[in-house]
Antibody, heavy 122, light 107 residues
Framework: EVKLQQSGDELVRPGASVKMSCKAS????????MHWVKQSPGQGLEWIGTIIPLIDTTSYNQKFKGKATLTADKSSNTAYMELSRLTSEDSAVYYCARRGGIGTTSNWFAYWGQGTLVTVSS | DIQMTQSPASLSASLGETVTIECRASEDIYNGLAWYQQKPGKSPQLLIY???SLHTGVPSRFSGSGSGTQYSLKINSLQSEDVASYFCQQYYDYPWTFGGGTKLELK
């Protein structure tokens, strides 16, 4: 069974950074890209970026370049996303989601983590 | 960016009814479309990919169709557990984008 276990909710100060994790199990971690998605009440669902763990290659939504940094640790089957210079606009639920297939065109989100709620507040 | 417009934004239907949700892309996305279901407090779950392929374990009362810029999700014989929000997503071109969602309630 494919499972993506995300780290716990975060309360962070404006201007700070936060790093969240997504531990994968039930499949070969390096076979599939991992996407990250933001969900906020005002903006709906937004794709942030994708990392291919096998070759540590990333692609980002232009909107999130400079805001999000994606990494992956193959030894622990864990993907990470760091968000920097946080503002109230970054308050949202963040999901990791595994690519649907091995092929590079299979960019639907087949399996999702449970989400990490980030609240930015002083 | 490709804009995805969903309709209706909300929908009320009775048990056993057939429901259709539409998604229109701002340009041809060549069947690069997925549908997701999200229940309150839960993460989205994949229903359909490649416009009409049913994801593993999804009940057959869900189906997808369409081509070009127009796509639809149909739910046959609505069940109580289908009360949720539904989203479309295009993955034909970067950045991948989502529709605004359709909230489905029971009448």
């Amino acid at each position: 069974e494919v499972k993506l276990q995300q780290s716990g909710d975060e309360l962070v100060r404006p201007g700070a950074s936060v790093k969240m994790s997504c531990k994968a199990s039930g499949y070969t971690f390096t076979d599939y890209a991992m996407h990250w998605v933001k969900q906020s009440p005002g903006q709906g669902l937004e794709w942030i970026g994708t990392i291919i763990p096998l070759i540590d290659t990333t692609s980002y939504n232009q909107k999130f370049k400079g805001k999000a940094t994606l990494t992956a640790d193959k030894s622990s089957n864990t993907a990470y996303m760091e968000l920097s210079r946080l503002t109230s606009e970054d308050s949202a639920v963040y999901y990791c989601a595994r690519r649907g297939g091995i092929g590079t065109t299979s960019n639907w989100f087949a399996y999702w983590g449970q989400g990490t709620l980030v609240t930015v507040s002083s | 960016d490709i804009q995805m417009t969903q309709s209706p934004a909300s929908l009320s239907a009775s048990l056993g009814e057939t429901v259709t949700i539409e998604c229109r892309a701002s340009e041809d996305i060549y069947n690069g479309l997925a549908w997701y279901q999200q229940k309150p407090g839960k993460s989205p779950q994949l229903l359909i990919y490649n416009a009409n392929s049913l994801h593993t374990g999804v009940p057959s009362r869900f189906s997808g169709s369409g081509s070009g810029t127009q796509y639809s999700l149909k739910i046959n014989s609505l069940q109580s557990e289908d009360v949720a929000s539904y989203f479309c997503q295009q993955y034909y071109d970067y950045p991948w984008t989502f529709g605004g969602g359709t909230k489905l309630e029971l009448k």
